[in-house]
């Protein structure tokens, strides 16, 4: 009896695994943060590596280079917006300007290592990601780009997002960007941060 009960312990806990994301249903990222996230699609100018868009929204916004204050007082937001809290993963269902990768394979990448001999056996660069690879086998495409929760100002007109391209070892790039919406259509007013590795 004992035996059995760890036999179907142990087929459940494989059957978990197995299935961990695959097919996942997540909450979709609302009509004002779709339409962002396509406005800021819109300014990506360097073409010189060409990415796809993870459907995934898994992070908040890193809030240590914002003067919040200001912030604040001068574009109406909300001192509690900017407490770092965990989000729920919410998903991009389209982009107007990238292609969006499919999530179980986005999820079933990020959770893989790559092991060296393996890769060298099967021709594979050894400290290339396995997300990187699978967008380049698969989209030929050679990075993808990431984006954090935005936050809203409380009247809606003003925004602060992020995002990060990432597009192999010690290669990527991103922004931290204040905007504001005029006649339906999100313009970037400020970059507060621009990173790159």
């Known amino acids: 009896m004992k035996q059995s009960i760890l036999t179907l312990l142990f087929l459940s806990l494989l059957f978990s ?20 996230i396509n406005d800021l699609s819109s300014t990506f100018r360097d073409t010189s590596i060409s990415f796809v868009i993870s459907p995934l929204v898994t992070q908040p916004i890193s809030f240590s280079d914002l003067d919040i204050p200001y912030l604040v007082e001068k574009y109406d937001f909300c001192e509690e917006q900017f407490i770092k809290k965990p989000i729920d993963t919410l998903l991009i269902n389209s982009n ?3 292609k969006l990768i499919e999530q179980d394979s986005l999820l079933k990448y990020n959770n893989l290592e ?3 001999d393996t890769c060298l056996k099967k021709g594979i660069d050894p400290f290339q990601s396995p997300i990187l690879y ?3 086998r ?10 954090y929760k935005p936050v809203f100002s409380q009247n809606g007109s003003y925004a602060i997002v992020e995002y990060w391209t990432h ?18 259509k999100w ?10 590795s």
């Open 134 to 136: 699978y967008v380049e």
């Open 114 to 116: 790559f092991e060296v």
């Open 96 to 98: 107007k300007y990238f």
């Open 167 to 184: 597009c192999g070892f010690l290669c990527g790039w991103g922004e931290l960007v204040l905007m504001r919406r005029i006649k339906q």
């Open 187 to 196: 313009k970037i007013i400020e970059t507060i941060v621009v990173s790159e």
């Open 17 to 36: 695994i197995n299935s961990f994301g695959q097919n996942a249903k997540f909450e979709s990222v609302n009509a004002m943060q779709q339409s962002l």
């Open 138 to 147: 698969y989209y030929n495409k050679g990075g993808i780009c990431y984006f």
